[in-house]
């Protein structure tokens, strides 16, 4: 089904109450082909598990199996109700999300999928739990789900009829001074690293390993994202155009497999594991319980840079685009600079970079080139916000109090009664919470288009982009201008080569806040949903006038990515796929285009023909 259809199947839906939209692309799989074996059951089918079997499950993980209720049922029984209204209040918080079995961080997706609860979900606490949810769904021809910090855009951490892993209270850290990975005894030297539970988030990373610890370790810029999603992704912070891919960093897993055996992974055991779970994608290899990061030296300062210019006419935004790439070139395309610009609708650009290893003078100085070619034009721009910056003590930057002191603006803390002291995300990650995507578009930008020869057609694209919509250029995710062996270590990940040379992922997106079908007062706004794809559409297709074949970011690219294995992996995908077909050849994870699951109907349950879709 190509996406014009989606988008028509969508506007069909209000005369669907409760409609499901992955149902809905389900039906005739990617490519209209009628599904014909059926692989997993669902419940109602023969082979559903018995209560008994049911039971017995429940037993072995200790009471630690849960029939799945979504809080979402309160809605659907009464719209109206308080209890309905808390459940839409809890979905603007990312904590009280990723408390919920039975909810995602998105929403869902306009076209693609809705968030869907469960059946059960095993809450592991052990990698015994993993190994018995794995036996047991294997066992039973049950489609089998991993959720650990819930923030899959593309709806992979979630399945209707399904048993869930969910690891959310597998979070144990612990910092090592001196580590070796199992086997590589006399292969590697002993390193500072942290040990972290597949379930944790970030912000504990960097609490234990920064805050108390006083070290660095590479992982994700949103505090909220679960650690093992990450990693599998790839992974990119604010900082790693000075540390590199978070992936890069792993130094061991223990990742329980589809036959059920927790095995080790890392550069001497299970060598071709830990390959693909460094940026093979989430929830395609087996169930990973806990991961092993090295750490650094901490810089002693972090810093924020912030602003936004408005230009005057299309041929001033013209030249603000070319400075602000011209600039971005000379003086920040190093290992010091990450985060992003943003050119947007109304010849706007707003700032958001963070630095890292530059005090305040220090950066001060590497932005005065462009701070005086602005003031020099003052009838050509208008500063909405002037660019402003602040270095802090490193050590301090995943610290809630000192935040909530500090840069209280910045910071949003988790409301709950009760909740612990230190839970905060970032202000600008707000509007992702709960959302419902409407079109997200990710492409690697080649660090060729910044040479002067080529950069006017790059301003050129980015002009016309911005026509439909805004254009996000994130620099921390593209490696080109980090440190040669962070380039080098990217190498040896799965991810697509083409991070390598990329300076920057152009991201364009649109979401509406959270919604659902069939939940009245709180459904999707189908017709924003279907204007903003139309303009992401526009806009990224003008920016891939100056890219060939670009690749993009698996964990933050198109639902409907119809090249998905060319851009999420590039080269790579051939040995990512022998890894698949060693470590699960009978595909018990499978998630939207992870690899293997060309072989898959596109709901999870039914093994297609040879060759899948095409
Ligand atoms: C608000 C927001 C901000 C983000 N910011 C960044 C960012 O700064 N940098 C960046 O690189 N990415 C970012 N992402 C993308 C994010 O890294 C990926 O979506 C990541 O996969 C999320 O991991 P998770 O555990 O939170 O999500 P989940 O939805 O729980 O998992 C994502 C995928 O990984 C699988 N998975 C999870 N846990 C395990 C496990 N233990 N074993 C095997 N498979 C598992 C799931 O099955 C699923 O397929 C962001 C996403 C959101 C929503």
Known sequence: MNRRELLKAAAAIPLLPGADWSRLADARGEDGVQNQTVSRVRPGDAGWPTEESWNKLSRAVEGRLIKVNSPLSACREAPDSPACAEVFKGLRNPYY????VALTQTSGWVGAWTSQPSVYAVAARKTDDVVAAVNFARENKLRLVVKGGGHSYQGTSCAADSLLVWTRDMNAISLHEAFVGQGCEGAQGPQPAVSVGAGARWLAAYEAVTVRGG???????CTTVGVAGLIQSGGFGSFSKNYGLAAAGLLEAEVVTADGVARIANARTNPDLFWGLKGGGGGSLGVVTRLTLRTRELPQFFGAVSGTIRARSDTAFRQLIARALSFYADRLLNPHWGEQMRFGPGNKLEIFMLFQGLNQRQAEEAWKPFRDWLAASPRDFTIEAPIRMAAVPARSFWNAAFLKMFAAGVVVTDDRPHAPAGNFYWAGDRDQVGQVLYAYRSAWLPVSLLQEKERPLLVEALFESTRHSGMS??????????????????????INPAVLDAFALAICAASGPPAFPGVKGHEPNLNAAGRAASSVTKSMDKLLEVVDEAGSYVSESDFFEPQWRRSFWGSNYPRLAAVKKKYDPEGLFTVHHGVGSEQWSADGFRRLGSGGRP
């Open 97 to 100: 999300i990723g408390d919920q």
């Open 215 to 221: 070290r660095y370790v590479q992982g994700g810029g």
């Open 473 to 494: 250029l994130h620099f921390n995710k593209g490696l080109a201008g980090a440190p040669a062996e962070e380039i080098e270590a990217a190498k040896d990940t799965a």
